[in-house]
């Protein structure tokens, strides 16, 4: 008797063309955790602290832009404030803009914030020495005097006369032009003066120079003529 053929059997591919869905896989797409945080969307309050901290940069740069173009030679334009202003207000402005992340070169990301600090210090130590303070007042006061004169107005005005107030430009505004080209002329009669004081020392010290060169060739003269059976 011939032996019963063996029972067929399914082809191997078969099982394999539609794999069933890994455990893992699906572990994995439901995991929240798998997914980006910046993939999902900013909730309110997580926006709003992102544009605050954008604005604060911002506006820290901002500032520091102002002082670097601010007119250097008036500390009152460098720190933003008005000639009126009280020695606690420039404490308090500066320890502001310094120390409260504006504008200190350790918190601050504008690559001249260095800069700006060095020139806040300076402006903050100018306001603050009372000799220097004076004459940049005065200085105020001559182109306050100069701006009113322009402008037809009379000395004794209020700075909140209706005349003033219409001035355009601002009354202020003027006053900060006129102080600007008196501090400007002040200083180059300053650096003038440096020049010739520096000029006239380097005469002087010529002079010297020549006549101690004078005396010394002198006293050798002297001398070759006191020497015995010198011929001179």
Known sequence: MA?????????????SENPAPSSS????????????????????DELDKLL?????????????DRILKAFKLNPYDVLGLDPTCTAADIKKRYSLLTTHKVIHPDKATHPRA?????????????LMEQ??????????????????????????????????LALVPSFKEQIRTRARDILIDEEVRRRKAIKMNLANEGLEARRKEEEAATKKRKAEEDARWEEPGSTC
Do not use: Y
Request: hydrophobic share 30%; charged share 35%; aromatic share 4%.
């Open 114 to 126: 260095t800069d700006a600090f060095d020139l806040l210090k300076k402006a903050e130590a100018d």
């Open 52 to 64: 605050s901290r954008e604005a604060s940069a911002f506006q820290r740069d901002v500032e520091v």
């Open 3 to 15: 032996p019963s053929p063996p029972p067929a059997t399914k082809p191997a591919s078969s099982r």
């Open 131 to 164: 000799t220097k303070r004076d004459e940049l007042d005065a200085v105020m006061l001559e182109a306050r005097a100069q701006t009113l004169k322009a402008n037809s107005l009379p000395a004794g005005i209020s700075d909140t006369d209706s005349r003033v």
């Open 25 to 44: 896989k699906k572990e994995e797409t439901s995991d929240p955790k798998s997914t980006s945080k910046f993939e999902q969307p900013l909730s309110t």
